[in-house]
């Protein structure tokens, strides 16, 4: 067991499939010499080198259609985005090529591509620094996407990643990248498949759905609502397509109740998906509608009003009264 | 000229502070000209510092340093007559200043009380764009737009070295050269992006590039603010009498870290700083007028006072900047009523009440 942040445990993952795979590239802006803005990639060019770990031009699409290249080429690259609000220059090559180009050769072409993308708000930025894109690559068949929510997870779940034969959209909350935990690096014994969902705190009278930056915000809320009776099930759903329907849907079953947690805005949000399917599932367990806590349909505001814009403590429980009020 | 020609660099302005001549530009200034660009290259530099220190003590989150690029920053935006339009990064404050913009508007952004605060078209400066290479786009379809409505005015804009590399500044050459669009590129290639040498974007000198998109492009001394301000006017001429659009590329060096948060000792050496420090763009200046007797002591003390003030100025009004009101976040999404919005205003409003109460 060491004690890791998140940050580092990716970094740990990350070598580690590198040392297991002499094909797995990483790429990006400022990855190398400086280890990435976030440091999540630090040292790695030095002890792999610059074929391996590349500084690449300043173009998100050249990221990501290079990596098809190369990709095609049997190589399996982990590409960074800077910064969430940057993938948009990706889209097209994302969209377009990544997702798609598979199947169109039947199956006779695999794309085991990593994007990375840090994630969310929270640590006072400037604009297109704080965003939660997620739901663009959801709707986008043919990519899997996950978000790692502690430094476990981000260890095991970027190797995951790294091994799937399918293009990854993998985001990481960059305001817990300095969160610690004990990550156990010796054995895999305790990996879950990276496209299951967990149960992060039991609980009896609602289920509360999160990912990312917003299962310890949920697990804050879980606590507190403990303090005065309320028992919350907490689940970290970790990948977001496919989503774990079944773990879900049991949870639900047993609470009767559902609150979505994430930063996004909720106007045609992951929230809504997950709304729906419950409703369709688990309807006749349901005590009380669906809730969902999210985003405002606004863009992401000015750093001083984020507190204002992001779910908290307070905005999750008040959503759980009224899951209640029903 | 072959592709491995040493490049040529337009300078008007030795770091020594001697005049030079060149054969495609020259300059006519009078003495209050020089002392009145001296002037601007002070101040903006006091407001850089000034920012700087305002971020060391919490009040801004970020900020993006213009230290050392002072002189392509006045020498192109003293270039622009009124009725240019200029479409900047995020580090052109210095060509903020010579737009007029309050030096204080420049810090909302960075302070998080907005996104933007100025209105472009009452000072023809766009807002900071901080996705790398949009703005270029912007740029020549306004530039299109003044073809197109008979305007007087050209129109220029700010990237970087690093930004060179993106689609969209690549896309914005190619309609600029098929629409003949009145523009000029100015390129700050300052040597760095965050940590990526100019080597990880180009193998060529950039001004170089012009050529294959089918518009002259232009070397300049980033850091002779003579030289910047005399190759942008005529570019701008250029581009206002039909001829199309220019590539400028001052050759500078970004003096400072990336933003704030950057630690650029992690990837460039120290000797590199050094040996631009002797070519800073405000000493030349400087030792231009003392030597020519055109400024005395008594100008640069004031000058160095005003600077004083207008840094003193500048940090009470940063901290007295008001915060934005919670329901600021739903102001200006839309044009006119939006229901949603509406209902998720009004909710929002009433669950902050109750917390009063
Ligand atoms: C599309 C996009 N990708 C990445 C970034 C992150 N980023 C901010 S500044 C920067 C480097 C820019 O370098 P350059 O164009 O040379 O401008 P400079 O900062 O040197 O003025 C990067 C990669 C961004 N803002 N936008
Ligand atoms: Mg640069």
Same mark, same amino acid.
């Given at each position: 067991m060491t004690v890791l942040t998140l940050s580092k445990a990716l970094n740990e993952g990350m070598r580690k499939a590198m040392e297991d795979d002499s094909k797995v590239l990483i790429m990006g802006e400022d990855v190398g010499k400086l280890g990435g803005v976030f440091r999540v990639t630090d040292g790695l060019q030095k002890d792999f080198g610059e074929d391996r770990v590349i500084d690449t031009p300043l173009a998100e699409s050249g990221i990501i259609g290079t990596a098809i290249g190369l990709a095609l080429r049997g190589f399996r690259p982990v590409c960074e985005i800077q910064f969430d609000g940057f993938v948009f220059p990706a889209a097209d090559q994302i969209i377009t090529q990544l997702a798609k180009m598979p199947m169109r050769a039947l199956g006779a072409i695999k794309l085991p591509i990593v994007v990375r993308i840090p994630c969310g708000g929270g640590i006072g930025a400037v604009e297109h620094h704080s965003e939660s894109p997620e739901s663009y690559f959801i709707h986008t068949a043919g990519l899997?996407?996950?978000?790692?929510?502690?430094?476990?997870?981000?260890?095991?779940?970027?190797?995951?990643?790294?091994?799937?034969?399918?293009?990854?959209?993998?985001?990481?909350?960059?305001?817990?990248?300095?969160?610690?935990?004990?990550?156990?690096?010796?054995?895999?014994?305790?990996?879950?498949?990276?496209?299951?969902?967990?149960?992060?705190?039991?609980?009896?009278d609602v289920t509360l759905l999160a990912y990312g930056p917003m299962v310890k915000t949920c697990l804050e809320a879980a606590t507190a609502a403990a303090e005065e009776g309320r028992s919350m099930e907490v689940i970290d759903l970790r990948s977001l397509n496919p989503l774990d329907t079944g773990r879900v849907f049991e949870s639900v079953r047993k609470t009767g109740r559902a609150v979505v947690v994430h930063e996004a805005p909720v106007t045609g949000g992951f929230g809504a998906e997950l709304a729906a399917r419950i409703t369709e599932q688990c309807f006749y367990h349901l005590?009380?509608?669906?809730?969902?806590?999210?985003?405002?349909?606004?863009p992401y505001p000015p750093s001083k009003l984020e507190e204002h814009y992001l779910p908290d403590l307070d905005r999750v429980l008040d959503a759980v009264d009224r899951a209640f009020g029903y | 000229m072959t592709a491995d020609a040493p490049p040529e660099l337009v300078q008007l302005l030795t770091p020594e502070g001697e005049r030079v001549e060149?054969?495609?530009?020259?300059?006519?200034?009078?003495?209050?000209?020089?002392?009145?660009?001296? %002037?601007?290259?002070?101040?903006?530099?006091?407001?850089?510092?000034?920012?700087?220190?305002?971020?060391?003590?919490?009040e801004l989150g970020i900020w993006a340093s213009l230290l050392g690029q002072e002189a392509a920053q006045i020498g192109s935006g003293r270039a622009l007559t009124d009725d240019d339009m200029?479409?900047?990064?995020?580090?052109?404050?210095?060509?903020?200043?010579?737009?007029?913009?309050?030096?204080?508007?420049?810090?909302?952004?960075?302070?998080?009380?907005?996104?933007?605060?100025?209105?472009?078209?009452?000072?023809?400066?766009?807002?900071?764009?901080?996705?790398i290479g949009s703005q270029t786009l912007h740029a020549v379809?306004?530039?299109?737009?003044?073809?197109?409505?008979?305007?007087?005015?050209?129109?220029?804009?700010?990237?970087?070295?690093?930004?060179?590399?993106?689609?969209?500044?690549?896309?914005?050459?190619?309609?600029?050269?098929?629409f003949n669009a009145p523009i000029v590129f100015f390129c700050q290639n300052n040597q760095w992006a965050i940590s990526e040498p100019i080597e990880k974007q180009s193998r060529i000198p950039l001004y170089r590039r012009a050529n294959g998109f089918g518009f002259p492009g232009v070397r300049v001394d980033g850091n002779d603010v003579f030289a910047c301000l005399a190759v942008t006017r005529q570019a701008l001429k250029n581009a206002r009498e039909g001829q199309g659009p220019t590539l400028i590329e001052a050759f500078t060096y970004r003096m400072g870290a990336h933003t704030t948060t950057d630690d650029p000792t992690r990837y460039r050496v120290a000797s590199e700083l050094e040996a631009w420090k002797l070519k800073d763009p405000?000493? %030349?200046?400087?030792?231009?007028?003392?030597?020519?007797?055109?400024?005395?002591?008594?100008?640069?003390?004031?000058?160095?006072?005003?600077?004083?003030?207008?840094?003193?100025?500048?940090?009470?009004?940063?901290?007295?900047?008001?915060?934005?009101?919670?329901?600021?976040?739903?102001e200006h999404v839309y044009s006119s009523e939006h229901r949603q919005l509406d209902e998720e205003r009004t909710a929002y409003a009433g669950y902050l009440e109750g917390f009063e109460s």
């Amino acid at each position: 067991m060491t004690v890791l942040t998140l940050s580092k445990a990716l970094n740990e993952g990350m070598r580690k499939a590198m040392e297991d795979d002499s094909k797995v590239l990483i790429m990006g802006e400022d990855v190398g010499k400086l280890g990435g803005v976030f440091r999540v990639t630090d040292g790695l060019q030095k002890d792999f080198g610059e074929d391996r770990v590349i500084d690449t031009p300043l173009a998100e699409s050249g990221i990501i259609g290079t990596a098809i290249g190369l990709a095609l080429r049997g190589f399996r690259p982990v590409c960074e985005i800077q910064f969430d609000g940057f993938v948009f220059p990706a889209a097209d090559q994302i969209i377009t090529q990544l997702a798609k180009m598979p199947m169109r050769a039947l199956g006779a072409i695999k794309l085991p591509i990593v994007v990375r993308i840090p994630c969310g708000g929270g640590i006072g930025a400037v604009e297109h620094h704080s965003e939660s894109p997620e739901s663009y690559f959801i709707h986008t068949a043919g990519l899997r996407v996950v978000a790692c929510s502690n430094p476990a997870d981000a260890y095991s779940m970027i190797q995951q990643a790294i091994q799937s034969d399918d293009p990854v959209i993998f985001f990481e909350p960059k305001r817990r990248y300095w969160e610690k935990a004990e990550v156990d690096t010796g054995s895999t014994d305790w990996w879950a498949p990276f496209d299951q969902a967990q149960v992060v705190r039991q609980g009896s009278d609602v289920t509360l759905l999160a990912y990312g930056p917003m299962v310890k915000t949920c697990l804050e809320a879980a606590t507190a609502a403990a303090e005065e009776g309320r028992s919350m099930e907490v689940i970290d759903l970790r990948s977001l397509n496919p989503l774990d329907t079944g773990r879900v849907f049991e949870s639900v079953r047993k609470t009767g109740r559902a609150v979505v947690v994430h930063e996004a805005p909720v106007t045609g949000g992951f929230g809504a998906e997950l709304a729906a399917r419950i409703t369709e599932q688990c309807f006749y367990h349901l005590e009380s509608p669906v809730l969902r806590v999210g985003g405002f349909s606004t863009p992401y505001p000015p750093s001083k009003l984020e507190e204002h814009y992001l779910p908290d403590l307070d905005r999750v429980l008040d959503a759980v009264d009224r899951a209640f009020g029903y | 000229m072959t592709a491995d020609a040493p490049p040529e660099l337009v300078q008007l302005l030795t770091p020594e502070g001697e005049r030079v001549e060149h054969p495609d530009y020259d300059i006519d200034l009078t003495p209050e000209e020089v002392r009145s660009l001296y %002037r601007d290259l002070v101040l903006v530099r006091r407001i850089d510092l000034e920012a700087v220190a305002l971020q060391r003590h919490g009040e801004l989150g970020i900020w993006a340093s213009l230290l050392g690029q002072e002189a392509a920053q006045i020498g192109s935006g003293r270039a622009l007559t009124d009725d240019d339009m200029a479409f900047p990064t995020y580090r052109e404050h210095g060509v903020a200043w010579c737009r007029d913009v309050d030096p204080v508007k420049l810090l909302g952004l960075f302070r998080g009380v907005n996104h933007g605060g100025w209105d472009p078209a009452e000072h023809n400066f766009h807002l900071y764009t901080i996705v790398i290479g949009s703005q270029t786009l912007h740029a020549v379809g306004y530039a299109m737009g003044i073809q197109r409505d008979g305007g007087d005015g050209a129109t220029i804009v700010y990237f970087g070295d690093g930004a060179s590399s993106q689609g969209d500044v690549n896309e914005s050459f190619v309609w600029a050269s098929v629409f003949n669009a009145p523009i000029v590129f100015f390129c700050q290639n300052n040597q760095w992006a965050i940590s990526e040498p100019i080597e990880k974007q180009s193998r060529i000198p950039l001004y170089r590039r012009a050529n294959g998109f089918g518009f002259p492009g232009v070397r300049v001394d980033g850091n002779d603010v003579f030289a910047c301000l005399a190759v942008t006017r005529q570019a701008l001429k250029n581009a206002r009498e039909g001829q199309g659009p220019t590539l400028i590329e001052a050759f500078t060096y970004r003096m400072g870290a990336h933003t704030t948060t950057d630690d650029p000792t992690r990837y460039r050496v120290a000797s590199e700083l050094e040996a631009w420090k002797l070519k800073d763009p405000i000493e %030349r200046v400087k030792a231009y007028l003392f030597k020519n007797e055109l400024a005395d002591q008594e100008f640069f003390d004031a000058v160095d006072a005003e600077a004083e003030k207008l840094g003193a100025d500048l940090r009470r009004r940063c901290v007295e900047m008001p915060d934005p009101t919670p329901m600021a976040m739903f102001e200006h999404v839309y044009s006119s009523e939006h229901r949603q919005l509406d209902e998720e205003r009004t909710a929002y409003a009433g669950y902050l009440e109750g917390f009063e109460s």
